[in-house]
């Protein structure tokens, strides 16, 4: 497929803020969006120039969708399999199924990564009470049992600081399969968001620190403290991940810096929420990269012009977006969300601290 010209149109699964942000950088470009979401009024929806509200097995709504767009790309990897199929046999999905697959199952993401050469946490497939027992004693504790599928923001996990812990942690997985990875004694968390265009052409962002509360992403600074040598290591685990699944598009990859390298956490097919920097660090941010890739277009310059610390605004925290708006440097991009649940994310902060 030749590059996509101003006024295609680019279909996204999901319609949370990912597709919000990914709706205003297409828009940007000249293209049009029209997203894909069961829940009615998503966030994307105020921006997008169409909405499909329909359940991901209402088939005739989904290929009506696969016939009004030019490529679909997607805001988050849980799309079901039965739904791609459907999709794919229509119009062409980026990033590709691969991409998809492996990052939909833990078991498989660890197996493709550790094939790949690259460090992983060590880690065993558990599937009933008898592979618990030999996946602990391979393993040890302390460790983390999480279910190979469906698991985000640190839901579905649970922590086995001695062995006699596994029960009550098999138990909590009600049955689904999971994976037991051992404890990594890290320093710190980074993420590196890097793109590959249909060309191949790779591009990375500067490498972010991530620090979690509760499970969720709390604050992404740039520059991550990582000395030349694990920088130059981040970039090239994520071109290597990317190589391999011949991938299109922006993907974000965690890692853990360790005293003995960095090993790789897990990998997002998607834009990322500790890429969301980018949008005041960057001429090009991830979510037009993003849309350069998906698009055919080639990549943007991606070089940090400043250095920034993003804040995740979360539940309550949205009432501080008053005091925030007069902060010098800080820049604000919410979400649209009417309600402020606890844990849910309501927007974010851009704090733009030096030139870099
Ligand atoms: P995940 O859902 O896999 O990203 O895990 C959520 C968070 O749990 C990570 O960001 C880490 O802080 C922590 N974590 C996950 N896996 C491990 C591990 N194998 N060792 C130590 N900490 C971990």
Redesign the pocket.
Same mark, same amino acid.
């Given at each position: 497929m030749a590059a996509l010209h101003p006024g295609a149109v680019i279909g996204i699964l999901g319609g949370g803020q990912l597709a919000r942000m990914l709706s205003v950088a297409a828009s940007r470009l000249g293209f049009r969006t029209h997203v894909y979401e069961p829940s009615p009024n998503p966030p994307a929806g105020d921006v997008a120039h169409e909405v499909t509200t329909a359940a991901y097995d209402d088939e005739a709504a989904l290929r009506a969708f696969a016939a009004s767009v030019d490529v679909i790309t997607y805001e988050f990897e849980n799309v079901p399999t039965s739904a791609l199929d459907l999709l794919e046999a229509q119009v062409v999905i980026r990033p590709n199924r691969r991409a998809l697959a492996v990052s939909q199952d833990r078991m498989a993401e660890k197996e493709f990564l550790s094939g790949l050469g690259l460090t992983v946490?060590p880690f065993a497939r558990v599937t009933d009470a008898a592979s618990m027992t030999a996946a602990v004693e391979a393993i040890g504790a302390p460790a983390?049992l999480?279910t190979t599928r469906l698991?985000?923001? #640190?839901k579905g996990?649970a922590r086995l600081r001695a062995a006699a812990d596994a029960e009550a942690a098999l138990a909590s997985m009600n049955g689904a399969e999971a994976v037991l =990875? #051992?404890?990594?004694t +890290?320093s710190h =968390?980074v993420s590196v968001i890097a793109a590959r265009g249909l060309d191949g052409a790779v591009a990375a962002y500067d490498p972010g620190e991530n620090v979690?509360r509760d #499970?969720i992403l709390h604050t992404t600074t740039i520059p991550a403290r990582l000395t030349p040598g694990q920088r130059t290591d981040a970039v090239l685990i994520a071109a290597r991940i990317l190589n391999a699944l011949d991938y299109v598009g922006v993907m974000g990859v =965690?890692l +853990?810096v360790t005293q003995n390298g960095l090993i790789v956490?897990?990998i997002a097919p998607r834009v990322h929420n500790s890429g969301h920097w980018t949008q005041n660090g960057c001429a090009v941010d991830q979510f037009e990269q993003h849309i350069r890739a998906v698009a055919g277009w080639p990549l943007g310059d991606g070089g940090r012009h400043s250095d920034v610390v993003m804040e995740n605004l979360i539940g309550d925290d949205i009432l501080r977006v008053p005091d925030i708006a007069g902060e010098r440097g800080a820049a604000l991009h919410l979400y649209g969300k009417a309600e402020a649940r606890p844990g849910r994310k309501m927007g974010h902060v851009n704090r733009v601290t030096k030139g870099a």
């Open positions: 946490a983390i999480k698991g985000y923001d #640190g996990q =990875e #051992g404890f990594v +890290f =968390e979690h #499970g =965690e +853990f956490n897990e």
